[in-house]
């Protein structure tokens, strides 16, 4: 498979990983604190810790050209580039930030995975300091650069690829039954109707890993509530699980369930081996909701459904609802932070602005992502499949809102207990109004 088709793989370790190592961020180690600021050496370079997987060369060739830069020069300083094996990455994170040899600049996911960092006044409030400037401010798709917010408040700068939840659908099977994608709920439970009808699944869904089932809520709650509803909840707010979309989000899941929109097997089917992309990819399933790394999960399993039959389209409005149509949910991209301890702020801030340049974007596309940056709809005809990536890329920058995946931004603690209890709601072990009353009680 060519290297764009390690994606999937790729985004869905750094989701894992995650939810693997981010409970240690929660635990001790972030009162500890060094005198000095950084890990970067005496000769000024500062040291920036990234999650080493296939994707890290787009990361090293910025560093390598900011170093070369005027910028770098003017500053004082250049960047050292600590690549570290995803599994190990958020305990040896939560390690250094807790000890004098904390890194100057740090990659992230945003929302609940800097919450302790920033609690600890470990991170450099980077607001302003993008309101300020033109290349930062103008740099970022908006959407995207608020998803990694923690209230209201930037912490980071996007430097990867955008990974929305897209509405994948099966061409052959919706052209053999006369179907096109819904654009409203209704229209959805009409197709679902005609496709039990003719014996097919209508949705493929990995209800093992629970995070599949996640995606639903996600994009349910935003139709219906708006943004606001879950950022109550990320920003502490217990009782905002009290909001009635979440509870009419629950029983519209149900009701997806008790009418077998999922199958009645889907709680033993996973994602991560291949059973959920395989039950869509042949025909036993429709359509599939996940992330944009469905493209590249298939065309490496199944290349030729992924090259003639894959189809692509947004999540339907529901009618009725508050939220905009255009919102997306998913994983906006992965963020640089910067250590309020760093021992030169204006060469980190000027290595920031790498990842609004025309040549990061330019590698990024090289390697089968779709840029966040205002300038990479220009480059998308060099992408893998360019249809595709100008599909994501339009979606999210028309996007009013991108919210970040509710158990990245909760945090691993808190998600959880959140995935038990949304595994409970799917699998008919919890009512609608027990899960609501339940996701108010997580602590």
């Not at 039950?279 to 290349?303: C, D, I, N, R």
């Not at 009512?431 to 009353?437: C, D, E, I, L, T």
Request: hydrophobic residues 40%; charged residues 20%; aromatic residues 10%.
């Amino acid at each position: 498979m060519g290297s764009h088709t390690s994606i999937g793989g790729r985004s869905l370790s750094r989701r894992w990983v995650l939810g693997a190592g981010a409970t240690t961020l929660l635990t001790t180690g972030l009162s500890a604190c060094g005198s000095s600021g950084g890990s970067g050496s005496g000769d000024g370079t500062l040291t920036a810790f990234v999650y080493g997987d296939d994707a890290v060369k787009v990361q090293q060739a910025a560093v390598d050209r900011f170093n070369k830069s005027a910028a770098a020069k003017k500053a004082g300083g250049k960047i050292k580039l600590e690549r570290i094996p995803g599994s190990d990455y958020s305990p040896k994170l939560r390690t250094a930030m807790g000890s004098p040899s904390a890194p100057d600049v740090f990659f992230n996911w945003g929302g609940g995975s800097i919450k302790p960092y920033v609690e600890a006044d470990k991170l450099i409030d980077l607001t302003d300091i993008i309101e300020n400037d033109e290349v930062l401010k103008k740099g970022f798709l908006p959407s995207v650069l608020a998803a990694g917010d923690l209230k209201g408040r930037h912490y980071g700068v996007p430097m990867r690829g955008m990974q929305p939840v897209i509405l994948f659908y099966n061409k052959s099977v919706f052209t053999e039954h006369k179907l096109t994608p819904p654009t409203t709920w209704d229209q959805l439970l009409d197709i679902n109707a005609k496709l039990k009808r003719a014996g097919i699944t209508p949705f493929a869904l990995g209800g093992s890993d629970i995070w599949p089932e996640l995606m639903w809520l996600e994009y349910l709650v935003d139709r219906l509530g708006g943004p606001e509803v879950f950022r109550r909840i990320q920003d502490g707010d217990a009782e905002g699980w009290g909001d009635p979309a979440v509870l009419k989000a629950a029983e519209m899941v149900r009701d997806l369930v008790d009418d077998g929109a999922f199958g009645s097997k889907f709680t033993s089917v996973s994602y991560v081996n291949g059973g959920a992309p395989a039950v869509f990819a042949k025909g036993k399933a429709a359509m599939h909701l996940m992330g944009s790394w469905e493209y590249s999960t298939q065309l490496g399993k199944f290349p030729d459904f992924a090259k003639k039959d894959l189809g692509w389209a947004p999540f339907p409005k529901i009618e009725g609802g508050t939220g905009d149509a255009r919102n997306v949910v998913g994983n906006p991209t992965n963020y640089w932070s910067v250590n309020t301890r760093v021992r030169n702020k204006d060469a980190a801030i000027a290595f920031l602005k790498e990842c609004a340049s025309r040549e990061y974007a330019k590698d990024l596309v090289a390697n089968g992502d779709v840029p966040t940056t205002s300038n990479a709809a220009l480059l998308l005809g060099d992408a893998p499949n360019p249809e595709y990536a100008r599909f994501q890329y339009q979606m999210v920058e028309q996007a009013p809102a991108f919210t970040l995946s509710w158990d990245q931004a909760l945090g691993d603690e808190l998600g959880t207990k959140m995935h038990t209890e949304i595994s409970k709601l799917f699998a008919g072990k919890a009512s609608p109004s027990r899960f609501v009353a339940a996701c108010k009680g997580l602590k």
